[in-house]
């Protein structure tokens, strides 16, 4: 019982010290969003605030291609033939056929499958 305790302390001083780091790493991300979203930049040193700037830039530069590719993307879909205006309609089931039995949602066919190799006769069952 001894060496359980033993074993499970380093396991949750491990523990501890991941949630720590993941607690600042958590800190360091909300601190760069609210930077990002213009907020709390009085903290921020010239350098701090030109790497902010530069990420803006790339970010609106991103979002310019994004709207210029979907754009593209509507002008060819427009090129695509259209589908009928029948093809959305609901599908209806087929008809029974005399060799189908029908149990619930499942489907049983009559077929002359035989199990073995051809020639030598078979252990056919027919299924």
Excluded: W
């Excluded at 001894?2 to 949750?12: I, L, R, S, T």
């Excluded at 360091?28 to 213009?38: A, V």
């Excluded at 009928?84 to 499958?113: I, M, Q, R, W």
């Amino acid at each position: 019982m001894e060496q359980d305790v033993q074993v499970q302390e380093p396991d949750v001083q491990q523990g501890k010290m991941e949630a720590d780091c993941l607690l600042k790493k958590i800190e360091l991300l909300e601190t760069s969003k609210k930077q990002l979203l213009g907020e709390e930049l009085e903290s921020c040193s010239l350098d701090e605030l030109h790497d902010i700037q530069g990420q803006i830039s790339q970010l609106e530069e991103k979002v310019a291609s994004l709207l210029k590719e979907n754009e593209s993307l509507r002008e060819q879909s427009k090129l695509l033939p259209q589908l009928p205006t029948g093809a959305f309609k609901e599908v209806t089931p087929c008809p029974s056929y005399p060799n189908v039995s029908t149990y619930g949602d499942h489907n049983d066919v009559e077929t002359e499958l035989r199990i073995g190799f051809p020639g030598r006769g078979s252990h056919g069952v027919a299924v």
